[in-house]
């Protein structure tokens, strides 16, 4: 499976960005979701799609970021944006593939640049 994110871009405080990830490739994906990472500072979980198709937001962005779509294509609108949301955005993909043996995998993309300026 390859992931790739886009649509991070600069934008101002308040405004909103959508980003989209596509995942391909041959794999039984069963969950995906968005993290982000600032320098010097562990990644984090934004949102996740999970095999039951509920959303799990963390709440710092909870009632301003939606996370929708399937785990082929999603889309991560994000409202409100604040200058403490500037991150490099990371979707991830979580999924098994069966060759010899079944391997559990996670696929990341390259992530994409958001950044806020207040």
């Known amino acids: 499976v390859e992931v790739v994110e886009s649509g991070g871009r600069l934008v101002q405080g308040g405004e909103s960005l959508t980003l989209s990830c596509t995942a391909s490739g041959t794999g039984d994906i069963t969950s995906v979701g968005w993290y982000r990472q600032t320098p010097g500072r562990r990644r984090e979980l934004v949102a996740r799609i999970t095999s039951g198709r509920s959303v799990d937001y963390s709440d710092s962005v909870k009632d301003r970021f939606t996370m929708s779509g399937d785990r082929r294509l999603n889309y991560l609108q994000m409202n409100n944006l604040k200058p403490e949301d500037t991150a490099v955005y990371y979707c991830?993909?979580?999924?098994?593939?069966?060759?010899?043996?079944?391997?559990?995998?996670?696929?990341w993309g390259q992530g994409t640049v958001v950044a806020v300026s207040s």
């Open positions: 991830n993909a979580h999924y098994f593939y069966s060759a010899d043996v079944i391997h559990e995998l996670d696929a």
